[in-house]
């Protein structure tokens, strides 16, 4: 069977997995808030999440990307790099990342000592997500006016702290706006700034964001760094790209559909009606009903979600997700409908499933993750977003 996406023309063997070989594998991962039932206790969903990498790193994802907040009894995580120093030890080839910290909320020659050391630890399987933080009580504990901006301001002069403790050896004196920094003299013989990155010139940087045409993607496009969205309906997230390609004006580069990376609910199952029914009434019908529709009804979001901007907000259901943006169904299913979210964002390189907690429902989540890594993903083999 043939299907005319665009500008690309697929030749598929429904079942078969075979497609045209046209260039490099389109990548698979994880992304995890993480997310976890409010009733869930700490330290038992840590080690889900650990479980998690592990099964991830067996079952050949490329990488897992851990998620930073303060505030939100839903994604009860503030540390994504004990996380990871901890799924170091636990895993053998996937890479890890925070995704992200969240710059405003930390003092960048604390972090870039942290990230440096961290990275050493991983030995090249560490890379460092940022961004500027989107939760109003996370604002208010660390008293960040991000409701006018502030937190991206805050951002940009982090990171910029960060890049240059990382690449400069002689001493120097920073005065920002938000922070002041020194890298010192050496003195008695023996204490100096010595904390680099394993990596060099550093582990890579990705970037994420939630709003409209963000301002964020648009630094990841004017520092090269790996853009990351959310992939909701087809204005949003090619917003996503257009802001990335108005960083990369700024300062000359020419960003790679294959360094970007589109995050997407995915569940898969031997059935259309199994995985539908799996979906809606577990963890990810759950926390879509309970958590996230109602924040971004709050935030004034749906409008991002919706296939029709005719729709309702109230119509915008987890049963709404499961229809029109979730990637749920059998293994042919969900290939079709990857091809479709590759064709509406116009290529991108690393599709990162989320997450959530699925202690409930072990089996089934196992059986998802399996089908994705094993029947679905491989499908993918030589699609070429540039």
Not at 41 to 53: G, I, S
Not at 84 to 112: C, F, S
Not at 274 to 293: F, H, P, T
Not at 320 to 329: C, K, N, P, Q, S
Request: proline share 7%.
């Amino acid at each position: 069977m043939t299907f005319a996406r665009g500008a690309l023309e697929w030749s598929l063997s429904p079942g078969a997995g075979e497609n045209v070989v046209l260039g490099v594998t389109m990548e698979y991962g994880i992304f995890m808030m993480p997310s976890h039932p409010p009733e869930r206790e700490v330290f038992q969903a840590h080690q889900w999440d650990l479980d998690c990498l592990v099964l991830a790193d067996k079952l050949g994802f490329s990488e897992a990307w851990i998620g930073e907040h303060y505030t939100a009894p839903w994604e009860p995580v503030p540390s994504p790099d004990l996380m990871i120093a901890q799924a170091l030890m636990l895993t053998k080839n996937i890479r890890l990342a925070t995704g992200v910290h969240l710059l405003p909320y930390h003092h960048p020659a604390e972090l870039a000592c942290r990230v440096a050391y961290l990275d050493h630890m991983a030995q090249g399987r560490f890379m460092f997500g940022i961004g500027s933080g989107g939760l109003p009580t996370d604002y208010t504990m660390f008293d960040v006016d991000g409701m006018n901006g502030q937190h991206r301001e805050m951002t940009r002069e982090a990171i910029d702290i960060i890049l240059r403790l990382w690449a400069e050896d002689e001493p120097f004196e920073y005065k920002g706006e938000f922070w002041n920094v020194n890298l010192p003299e050496p003195q008695f013989g023996t204490l100096k700034h010595h904390i680099k990155p394993f990596q060099k010139p550093h582990p890579p940087i990705g970037v994420a964001s939630v709003s409209f045409g963000s301002e964020t993607l648009k630094i990841a496009g004017e520092r090269g760094f790996i853009p990351m969205s959310l992939a909701f309906n087809q204005e949003y997230v090619i917003s996503h790209w257009e802001a990335v390609m108005e960083g990369a004006k700024r300062s000359g580069k020419t960003p790679s559909r294959k360094d970007w990376r589109i995050t997407r609910d995915v569940w898969v199952a031997d059935s259309d009606d199994e995985a539908y029914d799996q979906a809606i009434n577990g963890m990810l019908g759950r926390v879509w009903g309970e958590y996230l529709l109602p924040l971004f009804d709050q935030f004034q979001l749906l409008h991002v979600i919706k296939h029709d901007s005719e729709i309702p907000d109230s119509a915008v259901t987890p049963e709404y997700m499961a229809e029109h943006v979730w990637l749920i169904g059998s293994p042919d299913t969900v290939e079709k409908k990857i091809l479709s979210l590759y064709e509406m964002c116009g290529g991108f390189g690393t599709l990162l499933s989320l997450v959530y907690d699925n202690l409930d429902n072990q089996k089934g989540w196992e059986k998802s993750m399996k089908l994705l890594a094993e029947e679905v993903m491989p499908r993918f083999a030589g699609i070429d977003p540039d």
